[in-house]
């Protein structure tokens, strides 16, 4: 849903060619941003992990060469989507989602006091951090990327990756990797600037036939629903239209791409509102952006699909859509 107080809407007469000369316009300027200087990024993403779990992630993503704070975020976000409780029907356990047996072996007391719970995070955060380690250093002599093949051990086991030399040949190991590096794409804080999306523009083209239509609560576009959508729908349908398949929730589409800054927002990039800008789980709204700080967005019942102003007091960020950052969100979030 959306808060009436966002902004003032646009009116829907308002012609194509403002969304074009926006569009137009926000890409030149973005040459420059494209051009800057390269560099590792580092850190975590403002948001981008639940507030009460940033200092742990922040403290123990830097155990070791192998991992660091956004990587071990991936894989806690793949594991459980931040559920501290958990519990798959392997038996895998908390916001890590540890096997009894794994954690026997390898479970710390990360908050010293005296227990070792694996479903407290302030012992399963560092523990998941310990676990990657001690994989990495099983594997240290292995030629390759460190980061890669620790991810390897941990999809496949140590052996297998010592014994192939690298990532085994194993198309779930393979996709594994590949899934838990670009989903770290999210979580990061970029010193470099994030690369423009190429489906962007018929996302927006998408949207842009959608305008002044009703806004409709759960509409995913049916016929049965009159082609309406609300404000994840509308996003989702979007870039479906352009080979992307977003998750249906708009707090599960936070994490399909990395986050530009504020001034670094391109046309098609989604917009996210929240309730805490301390935590990605209360996000209750998206929208797309156009360029000239303005979006294409379904806001609230009773409103129909428009441009609205992004800058609102509960703006708290955006996220580049990249395909294969779609591809690695844990589908199972998406509720």
Known sequence: MRKVWLGVSVGIGVSFSFVALLVVGTYMVAADLIGGAGGKAVGLAKGSVPSSYEPLIQQYGNSCPAINPALLAAQLYQESGWNAKAQSPANAK??????????????VDGNKD??????????????AAAYDCSLA????????????????????????????????????????VKTITTLAKSFEAPI???QPSQQSAGAIYFAQKQLGKPYLWGGNGTPEQGGRFDCSGLTKAAYKTV???????????????????RNELLPGDLVFFAYDLDD??????????????????????????RFDKIDSPDYIGA?????????????????
């Open 243 to 261: 080979g992307i398949d977003l998750p249906r929730v708009a707090n599960d589409q936070w994490n399909a791409g990395p986050h530009p800054k």
């Open 192 to 194: 470099q600037k994030v």
């Open 137 to 176: 250093k099983y594997v240290k002599d292995v030629p390759g990327n460190q980061t890669h093949n620790m991810l390897a051990s941990y999809n496949a086991g140590a052996y297998a990756v010592i014994k192939y030399g690298g990532v085994p040949p194993y198309r779930e190991t393979q996709n594994y």
């Open 94 to 107: 908390g916001i890590a989602q540890f096997i009894p047996a794994t954690w026997a072996s390898h479970g």
């Open 114 to 127: 005296g227990v070792r719970d694996i479903w407290d995070p302030q012992d399963a955060i560092p523990s």
């Open 280 to 305: 990605p789980r209360s996000i209750h709204h998206v929208g797309m952006y156009v360029g000239g700080g303005y979006m294409i967005n379904a806001p609230y019942t009773g409103a129909v699909i």
């Open 319 to 335: 996220t580049r859509v990249t395909q294969d950052g779609a591809k690695a969100l844990p589908r199972a979030n998406s509720a």
